[in-house]
């Protein structure tokens, strides 16, 4: 874990949390109703704040740190099937499943809905994009946490909005009013920025998993070659909103694509 928080990824890192810790220094420092409630002894409201900003530098750091779900080797273990990926090819009927192809960059056997990550170097299960934000990727393992995470951010974000505003003051001239409230104003500032952003984020990623789609196949469906042959709203693994959902956020296991793809080709015939 340490190996992994010192590579190019540690200085963003640094800067999220940085950032987050200076911003909520701020709107307890400025007089805010963080501020007020502290000095009225009713701590409720700070403490809640405080605990929330935590939890939210908490789960970064657990999405970024955490394995994507990198391919290792071409071992497959799935729901107590386990062998080589050309065993599980040979189980599999072939007839309109397109065949497990090997990587071209870590030569390894890639399942269905994996790709390699050129920042990353490594193939990772059910790749949904490299995130820049979090120096990670976002695939099978650590998909559902981003999510978790993007929920957590933005309710620390809105709130922090809520409270940022109802500490800006008012002043006798334009310059006096700037000179009282100017790194209330900048949180203010980056506060919105990242409201609207994660806001989007959030609303991108649940319509995708609301109709199991990835972020990748969503942007590369031409190019992918067990979607490009399938119609421009056909799904292979749709099964529905509520069981979508269901099944991302509740099941933790490695599913076999290829299965579940011969499985819905088979019921579209």
Known sequence: MLQNMFRSGFLVRTAHTVLTWVITL??????????????????????????????SVMLYFTVSLMDPGFILSDTVQVKGLQGSSEELESMIPQSST?????CGHC??????????????????????????WIENCVGERNHRWFIVYLVVQL????????????????GGTWQLWFRANGFLLAALGVVGVFSAVVLLLLGC?????????????????????????????????????????????????????????????????
């Open 26 to 55: 701020i709107l307890f420092l400025h007089n805010t109703d963080l501020r007020r409630c502290e000095e009225k002894g009713e701590l409720m409201l700070p403490v809640l704040f405080s605990l929330l900003v935590l939890l």
């Open 98 to 102: 397109p065949r497990l192809r090997r």
């Open 107 to 132: 030569l390894l056997q890639q399942p269905m809905r994996a790709k390699h990550c050129q920042t990353c170097k490594r193939c990772v299960r059910r790749f949904d994009h490299h995130c820049p």
């Open 155 to 170: 309710v620390a974000l809105l709130w922090a909005l809520q409270i940022a505003l109802s500490g800006v003051s008012s």
């Open 205 to 269: 990623h649940l319509y995708l998993v609301s109709i199991n789609c990835t972020t990748w196949e969503f942007m590369s469906r031409h190019r992918i070659s067990y979607l490009k042959n399938c119609g421009d709203e056909e799904n292979p693994f749709d099964r529905g909103v509520v069981c979508n959902l269901r099944e991302f956020f509740c099941l933790c296991r490695t599913v076999v694509w290829e299965q579940a793809y011969h499985r819905n080709n088979h019921n579209h015939v």
